[in-house]
C-alpha cells in the first residue's frame, strides 16, 4: 500500500523505487528513555510506511522531528536492515541484494564525515575503485565535477583544513564518482551558504533533467517548493500526512506573504453619510510579523465592496456581522460603520448594503472609547476595485485513504476540489501582481498569481492553503 501519497497501484511499473511496509525499531537504553521522557524499552521509528518514486522526479519528505525520515533514508540506502519490509531500487532489493543497490545509488548525509586525514583527489580516487569505475572515465568525472563545484583549487588541501561548506561540496561530489541513477540527500543544503546551496539545488535540477530519481530530506520549507514534484510527510505513525505539509506552507506563508484585501462574492455597500464624489487614503500594514516591510495605501470612498457572507437580514445569535440595526463594525483600518438596511433584487437577493460611518473613528478607533462589539470586516472601495478570478483548490480526494483496501481511488475523488469564482473584487495595488507572486488574502487564505493564466487586465489567483490549520504538531 502507499499511504497517502494517493499513488494507484497501476502507476508503479514505472516507479525507480516501491518501498512496501518497512518497519524499524530501535532499543532505547535508560539515558535514551530519560532523554524521550518514556519508559518504553523500544521506539518505533518507521512503522509499515510504503511510497514510490519515479524516474526523473524529484520527491521530498517532510517530517517533524521524531518522524522516521533519516531512518526511512538509512534503510533505503542499506546502512540499516529494515525489521520488516523491503524496498526496490531498479530492480535490487535492500534485503536481498544491498550491494545491487549500492551500486546505483548515492547516499549523501551531513552526519557522514569524511576521513580528514585525507585530500579530496584521493577520496575522489578511492572511491571510484571501490566502485570500479574506469580510470580513463573516473578522470573526467572528477574533473567535470570539481570543476562544477569549485572544488578544483582545493584537490590537494586535507578535508581538516576545509571549510564546513566545502567540505559538504567534497562529499557531495565523491557520492557521484559512480555516476548513480538515484540520488539520495538528507539535508543537501545543510552547513552551505546561500549561493552554495544555490550551486546544490541547481545541480539536483539538472539530475532531474537527466532522468535522475533524487530523494531529498529536508526541514527547508523553501526548497522543497523549489525543487520537489511530489512531497510525502511523515508523522508519528508514519502514514504520509498532507495535513502537515499544509501547515509547514501555512507557516511559511505568514511570515513571507504581503497581507491584501480581496473580496471573493461581493456585495456592494454604500455609506449613506459620506458625502458623494469624496475619497481618502488609508495606510495597512504589509505584514505585522515584519513591521520593517512598512505598508500600502488604500483608497476609501462612499461605495465599497464587502463579502456577501459578511451580512445577514435576519441575524443568527451572537452574529456580530453586518446586519440591520446590528453591532457596530470595524472596516479594516478604516471606519466603525453601522448597518441601516439593504435593498434586493427582483429574486430576494442582498443587491446592496447601505450603512452609516462614525467620521471620529478614523482608523478604527472611536473617539470616545467605546467598546466595538462587531467583527473587523475587510473592504473594497468601489472606484478603484480591480476584477480578478479566484481558484479556490481543496482536498483532491474526499477520503484520507484512497488506496485503502478495496478501495477505487477514481470513486474516491473529491467533486468540490476547485471551485473557481469569476468577478472577485481586489485591492488596486493587485492589477500589476507577478506570476507567482504570493499573499494573504486577509480574512480567506494564502494565494498565489496563476503562472500561467494571470496577467493585466485579466487577475487569476489561486489558493495556496487557507487560514484555517487541521494539523497539531
Known amino acids: 500500500m502507499e499511504q497517502g501519497i494517493g499513488t494507484n497501484e497501476m502507476l508503479r511499473a514505472g516507479a525507480m523505487l516501491t518501498a512496501d511496509g518497512l518497519c524499524k525499531t530501535f532499543k532505547l537504553s535508560k539515558k535514551q528513555q530519560k532523554l524521550e521522557k518514556t519508559t518504553e524499552k523500544k ?124 567540505k559538504q561540496k567534497v562529499s557531495l561530489v565523491i557520492s557521484m564518482v559512480h555516476d548513480p541513477q538515484m540520488i ?70 505568514n511570515e513571507t506573504a504581503r497581507r491584501v484585501m480581496a473580496v471573493l462574492r461581493p456585495v456592494k455597500l454604500t455609506l449613506v453619510n459620506y458625502p458623494e464624489g469624496q475619497s481618502e487614503t488609508f495606510e495597512v500594514e504589509n505584514n505585522p510579523l515584519r513591521p520593517e516591510e512598512g505598508t500600502h495605501t488604500v483608497t476609501f470612498s462612499r461605495n465599497l465592496w464587502v463579502e456577501a457572507e459578511d451580512f445577514l437580514t435576519q441575524p443568527v445569535p451572537k452574529y456580530k456581522r453586518l446586519c440591520p440595526n446590528g453591532p457596530e463594525c470595524r472596516l479594516k483600518g478604516a471606519y466603525l460603520i453601522k448597518c441601516v438596511g439593504c435593498e434586493t433584487d427582483g429574486d430576494g437577493r442582498v443587491a446592496e448594503i447601505f450603512a452609516e460611518y462614525d467620521p471620529d473613528s478614523r482608523g478604527g478607533n472611536p473617539a470616545d472609547g467605546r467598546k466595538v462589539k462587531g467583527a473587523t470586516i475587510h473592504w473594497v472601495a468601489g472606484a478603484t476595485a480591480v476584477d480578478a478570478e479566484v481558484r479556490l483548490y481543496d482536498s483532491l ?30 485591492e488596486a495595488g493587485l492589477a500589476e501582481a507577478q506570476p507567482s507572486e504570493r499573499f494573504q488574502f486577509l480574512r480567506q487564505g494564502y494565494f498565489c498569481a496563476d503562472s500561467r493564466d494571470s496577467k493585466p487586465g485579466h487577475l487569476v489567483f489561486n489558493r495556496s492553503v487557507s487560514l484555517k490549520d487541521s494539523f497539531k504538531p
Open 43 to 166: 521506539k518505533t521509528a518507521v512503522d509499515h510506511l510504503s511510497f514510490s518514486a519515479y524516474r526523473g522526479e524529484v520527491f521530498g519528505l517532510l517530517g517533524p522531528n521524531g518522524a522516521g525520515k533519516t531512518t526511512t533514508l538509512r534503510m533505503l540506502a542499506t546502512l540499516i536492515r529494515p525489521d520488516e519490509g523491503d524496498a526496490v531500487i531498479e530492480g535490487s532489493s535492500i534485503i536481498a541484494d544491498p550491494n545491487g543497490v549500492r551500486s546505483k545509488i548515492a547516499f549523501l548525509t551531513s552526519e557522514l564525515k569524511l576521513e580528514e586525514f585525507f585530500t579530496p583527489d584521493y577520496l575522489f580516487d578511492f572511491f571510484s575503485e571501490l566502485h570500479n569505475v574506469a580510470p580513463g572515465e573516473r578522470n573526467e568525472r572528477k574533473r567535470r565535477l570539481f570543476d562544477r563545484f569549485g572544488v578544483s583549487d582545493f584537490a590537494g588541501v586535507k578535508v581538516a583544513n576545509l571549510s564546513t561548506g566545502m
Open 184 to 253: 539520495i540527500f538528507d539535508e543537501p543544503t545543510n552547513g552551505l551558504d546561500v549561493i552554495t546551496a544555490r550551486v546544490v539545488t541547481d545541480f539536483l535540477q539538472e539530475l532531474k533533467g537527466e532522468g535522475r530519481t533524487i530523494i531529498v530530506s529536508t526541514h527547508i520549507f523553501s526548497l522543497i517548493e523549489k525543487i520537489c514534484d511530489r512531497v510525502g510527510v511523515t508523522k508519528s505513525d508514519n502514514t504520509i500526512e498532507y495535513a502537515f505539509l499544509e501547515y509547514c506552507l501555512r507557516e511559511d506563508l
Open 397 to 426: 480526494f474526499s477520503d484520507p485513504d484512497p488506496d485503502g483496501l478495496g478501495k477505487d481511488f477514481i470513486q474516491c475523488l473529491n467533486p468540490d476540489s476547485l471551485e473557481v469564482l469569476t468577478g472577485c473584487k481586489v
